[in-house]
T-cell receptor, first 112, second 113 residues
Framework: ETGVTQTPRHLVMGMTNKKSLKCEQHLGHNAMYWYKQSAKKPLELMFVYNFKEQTENNSVPSRFSPECPNSSHLFLHLHTLQPEDSALYLC???????????FGNGTRLTVT | AQSVAQPEDQVNVAEGNPLTVKCTYSVSGNPYLFWYVQYPNRGLQFLLKYITGDNLVKGSYGFEAEFNKSQTSFHLKKPSALVSDSALYFCAVRDDNTDKLIFGTGTRLQVFP
């Protein structure tokens, strides 16, 4: 148990669908992150929230839309995705920017 | 430019033998260095970090890493490997000038009985 819970674990969606990924942490952390993990590539940081404010957006396409309603919850809204968006999407949290990250087990996304 | 390199895609070692997983980095400021492990179908788990102080850092599950400033390296080591250590290992570095955390591509460790 990592303290960071991601749902769903697996998601298959068509290119015209709209879906959302959910992340929840009960560690009292102030920073939350979305990462994309593709085979044979470095982990790609997508978004960072610090105290519910988005502090980083690494040139992510607008078909990915994050939402952080409070410091315990983070969403990633998906719409009109492409097959190359298929990957493992990892949520993480940390006490602050210099503390170790605590990761969830990820959502395996397949876009058909 | 800030970067981190893990030169080996895979490391194979026999159980009971020492293991080393290599990591080198490049930063403009002082480095904050981390090692994470990922087991199948799981997220990454923190193993150890170097911020300042002793160059030899001890972490979870008997792992340690040595910070070498002159060689800009932070290799992960364990004196005696276990089959259960088989996993994907990621090195990461944060540059205190840019405040960005960057991960390497990962090294798959395979420990054979």
């Amino acid at each position: 148990e990592t303290g960071v819970t991601q749902t769903p674990r697996h998601l298959v969606m068509g290119m015209t669908n709209k879906k959302s990924l959910k992340c929840e942490q009960h560690l009292g952390h102030n920073a939350m992150y979305w990462y994309k993990q593709s085979a044979k590539k470095p982990l790609e940081l997508m978004f960072v929230y610090n105290f519910k404010e988005q502090t980083e957006n690494n040139s992510v396409p607008s078909r990915f839309s994050p939402e952080c309603p409070n410091s315990s919850h983070l969403f990633l809204h998906l719409h009109t995705l492409q097959p190359e968006d298929s990957a493992l999407y990892l949520c993480a949290s940390s006490r602050d920017r210099n503390s170790p990250l605590h990761f969830g087990n990820g959502t395996r996304l397949t876009v058909t | 430019a800030q970067s981190v390199a893990q030169p080996e895609d895979q490391v194979n070692v026999a159980e009971g033998n020492p293991l080393t997983v290599k990591c080198t980095y490049s930063v403009s400021g002082n480095p904050y260095l981390f090692w994470y492990v990922q087991y199948p179908n799981r997220g990454l788990q923190f193993l150890l970090k170097y911020i300042t102080g002793d160059n030899l850092v001890k972490g979870s599950y008997g792992f340690e890493a040595e910070f070498n400033k002159s060689q800009t390296s932070f290799h992960l080591k364990k004196p005696s490997a276990l089959v259960s250590d088989s996993a994907l290992y990621f090195c990461a570095v944060r540059d205190d000038n840019t405040d960005k955390l960057i991960f390497g591509t990962g090294t798959r460790l395979q420990v054979f009985p």
